[in-house]
């Protein structure tokens, strides 16, 4: 049984876009390969667990730089895994970059390595300098590139320079995940019945920069008292955020709600707000969840993002200009005139998530690229 090393910024229960599709290809190769995964603590110190009954190595982080973790643990232990372990295969999930010199140093001529290329660094500026002849090496040294969108590899200059090695595979969602409850579908009740007549929107991410929420809270300024906009998710912008809201009734904050909350939040909504707003948002998992439950999408247009990809325009939503709040307003308010318009899109919305993104199509793409590696 050949050996697959999965090398992951971190990984389950830390819960991030990035970790969910790691976790995805580690249980779509399970039974098939030998697996270990190596990442970061997201809590303190070294240890070894086990997650889907695969050893996870998680090394204790002494400092972040730029959102991008420092370990002095992590080349010993990756060191150790590569000298006992010896995989055949390393899965590298991208951007990692401190550690993707680390791996180069180690990486032997033998060993098969995929670089899952998740989006490029884009707001570190010091940081996306300093690590291109990096990037270029591994690039060079990779066997196989993943993208999970077209229009992320039309749109970085890394992939398109080895388009002959890149692949696309679209991220995933879980249906079973989102299979609703009776007690879901009464909390989505309970939540209708609040606000009878009303449109109900949501919004889920953390709190940062690039997710554009302030841009839906100035939108909100110029909607009508129909609508009831949530915001679910919390983080370093909040209190900025709050504050942005202040004396707008139409916004509610959330917080950190769970899985079953938000699942009923997804139910009972009228649309899907997604104001992000760069290309640090390469796919867009939160906006295919929504998707997937039959809602429309308003969309910020994001040049070479993966986002307009996810949700069409026209046909699954209604993609407007970059930060364009009045279009923003408009484009909520256009579907909000609309029902029908509202009940088509999201078919079509919910069709494109089960032909395109669940998980089981992804694991057969995932199986597909490891299988014929050269």
């Given at each position: ?100 010199g680390i791996l180069l140093g180690l990486i032997s001529k033998k060993t098969k390595l995929i670089v899952y290329w998740h989006l490029d ?36 200059p890394y992939l398109k320079s080895a388009i002959d090695k890149c692949l696309v595979i679209p991220n995933c969602i879980n249906a ?199």
């Amino acid at each position: 049984m050949k050996r697959v090393l999965h090398i992951s910024k971190y990984y389950y229960p830390f819960m991030g876009g990035t970790e969910q599709i790691a976790q995805y290809c580690v249980n779509s190769l399970k039974g098939d390969y030998d697996q270990k995964v190596i990442c970061f603590n997201h809590e303190n110190g070294d240890r070894k667990d086990f997650v889907d009954e695969i050893e996870v190595f998680r090394c204790g982080c002494i400092v972040r730089i730029s959102s991008q973790s420092i370990s002095l643990s992590y080349g010993k232990y990756l060191k150790t895994i590569f000298s006992s372990f010896h995989p055949d295969i390393v899965i590298f999930h991208y951007p990692n970059p401190f550690v993707a010199g680390i791996l180069l140093g180690l990486i032997s001529k033998k060993t098969k390595l995929i670089v899952y290329w998740h989006l490029d660094i884009v707001k570190q500026k010091f940081l996306r300098r300093f690590f291109v002849s990096q990037n270029i090496k591994l690039i060079k040294r990779a066997d196989l590139l993943i993208a999970t969108s077209p229009k992320y590899v039309d749109g970085s200059p890394y992939l398109k320079s080895a388009i002959d090695k890149c692949l696309v595979i679209p991220n995933c969602i879980n249906a079973e995940r989102h299979a609703l409850t009776d007690q879901i579908l009464k909390t989505a009740g309970r939540i209708r019945s609040m606000h009878s007549g009303k449109i109900i929107c949501l919004a889920v991410g953390r709190h940062i920069e690039y997710k554009g929420f302030k841009y839906l809270i100035r939108a909100s300024r110029h909607l009508d008292d129909r609508f009831e906009i949530y915001l679910a998710g919390e983080g370093e912008e909040t209190k900025r955020l709050k504050k942005e809201a202040s004396g707008d009734d139409k916004i509610h904050f959330l917080g950190a709600i769970d899985d079953d909350e938000l699942k009923a939040y997804f139910s009972a909504m009228d649309i899907f707000c997604f104001p992000s707003i760069t290309k640090n948002e390469a796919f867009g998992l939160a906006l295919a969840e929504a998707m997937f439950y039959g809602k429309p999408a308003v969309t910020f247009t994001i040049p070479d993002s993966g986002v307009n990809y996810v949700c069409l325009n026209g046909e699954d939503g209604i993609e407007v200009q970059n930060r364009n709040v009045d279009a923003y307003a408009a484009a909520l308010t256009m579907l909000a005139d609309d029902p029908q318009l509202r009940k088509q899109m999201g078919e079509n919305a919910r069709n494109r998530v089960i032909n395109n993104f669940l998980d089981d199509q992804f694991s057969e793409n995932i199986k597909n690229a490891v299988k014929n590696l050269r």
